[in-house]
């Protein structure tokens, strides 16, 4: 392939995508990631799986802290085309519109429900039946452009973020590697968002971890599907943050004709292997958890050692 490509990702998905660029034996000529960053305890010095992968082939890295004003050396490539896929940052209108060929995106939901950067972990929490992966063309507005190509999944009730990251990954790495000749051979068509249409989906905050049990029981299901694997939801119980990480609806018809009264949140019955708590409409069982100072694990087995739960006791 003559056309020079630069790459721009950070996350798991940009890898995938970038693999299949190597694979293909696209000339990416310059990846452009964000910078390594100290994590863990141990303060240990990271690199992105995106870089990790570039210098393993060979591929000059850009790690500039703030793109919007720090993009010379990625204009001095001279890409014929740009590809980002889960960057993380803001790409200004300087490099939009410097390449032949445009700038593209690889974002992971049906444009136009979904545009920011948690719309994989939205899909779920907000109770969405299918997601999907979109083609673009990038705009100055966040994931504003014209669509490309799209490819569509379904959401099951076995889905968790980290399952639907994974499917979406692959699903936009096969989807771009589809549709790349039309781009470069200048054939691929284009076609505007549908502006009423328009969702957004904000990145995750500290306080959207937060587990409401005033919501239905279906609202909880979903959020502690769409927050695992990371970060994960956690609830107040009696002054101890506790994780929140699997469980499922507690399906018996007769779940709430004895505990109607109760507030949300209580806990209502201790099996073997769940926590029953009471949302607004339903009972959720709480199957995998985790403590502070203990690490993540099945309730059953929680449940073997020191317990700190109990019926009658409540979740905030």
Known sequence: ?????????????????????????????GVVTQPDRYVGRKHVLHMSDVK???????????????????????????????????YGQIVPNAILQAPRLGCIN???????????????????????????????YMAEKMDAGDIISQAAT???????????????????????????????????????????????????????EHLDWNTSVRDVFNKVRGLNPAPGCFSDYEGTKVKIWEGHIHNCENAMSHHGDQPNGTIVKIFKDAIGVKAND???????????????????????????FEVGHCFK
């Open 1 to 29: 392939m003559s056309e020079k490509i630069v790459f721009m990702g950070t996350a798991s998905f940009s890898k995938k995508v970038l693999q299949m660029l190597i694979d293909e034996h696209y000339d990416v000529v």
């Open 52 to 86: 990790e992968l570039a210098l393993a082939h060979n591929i000059p890295v850009v790690q500039p802290e703030r793109i919007r004003s720090d993009y010379a050396d990625v204009l001095a490539l001279e890409p014929d085309l740009i590809i980002t896929a889960a």
């Open 106 to 136: 690889v974002h992971a939901s049906l444009l136009p429900r979904h545009r920011g950067g948690a719309p994989v972990q939205r899909a779920i929490i907000e109770g969405d039946h299918k997601t999907g992966v979109t083609i673009m």
């Open 154 to 208: 379904q959401i099951t009730d076995e889905d968790t973020l980290g399952s639907l990251y994974d499917r979406l990954a692959y699903m936009g790495a096969k989807l771009l590697k589809e549709t790349l000749p039309s781009i470069m051979n200048g054939t691929n068509t284009r076609l505007p968002q549908n502006p009423e249409l328009v969702t957004f989906s904000p990145i995750i905050k500290r306080e959207d």
């Open 282 to 308: 339903g009972i959720y069982l709480i199957t995998s958890l985790q403590v502070p100072g203990k690490k993540r694990m099945a309730v059953k087995d929680y449940l073997n050692g020191k317990n700190i």
